[in-house]
Nanobody, 127 residues
Framework: QVQLVESGGGLVQAGGSLRLSCVAS????????MGWFRQAPGKERQFVAG????????YYTDSVKGRFTISRDNAKNTVYLQMNSLKPEDTAVYYC????????????????????WGQGTQVTVSS
């Protein structure tokens, strides 16, 4: 089992940047593929970005391509989400998630593709 704790959220003006971090504890971090999801008020939780165990593959939802970058440091048991050129529509609670599934390449964008979730961190982008 793995425990996930997100940090780095906050209030930022449109056009600004934030870097979210998610620290994992428990079993070997490098055996987990990781993802970031977000949930805006009144909306369903949606996929934002994902990264494979070795960082060899990354995935993004179309609305954040070119603005967000997911990365990981297996030595620090941490996955990051660098968010640049933030927009008000990026406002949401951001969650990190982990999975050991061998089918990650096909399931990375689905909630059901992940086994463990953090508690979330709020990101608010003002216009």
């Amino acid at each position: 089992q793995v425990q996930l704790v997100e940090s780095g959220g906050g209030l930022v003006q449109a056009g600004g940047s934030l870097r979210l971090s998610c620290v994992a504890s428990g079993q070997t971090f490098s055996s987990y593929a990781m993802g970031w999801f977000r949930q805006a008020p009144g909306k369903e939780r949606q996929f934002v970005a994902g990264i494979s165990r070795s960082s060899g593959s990354t995935y993004y939802t179309d609305s954040v391509k070119g603005r967000f970058t997911i990365s990981r440091d297996n030595a620090k048991n941490t996955v990051y989400l660098q968010m640049n050129s933030l927009k008000p529509e990026d406002t949401a609670v951001y969650y990190c998630a982990a999975t050991r599934s061998v089918y990650y390449y096909s399931s990375y964008s689905f909630l059901s593709g992940y086994d463990y979730w953090g508690q979330g961190t709020q990101v608010t982008v003002s216009s």
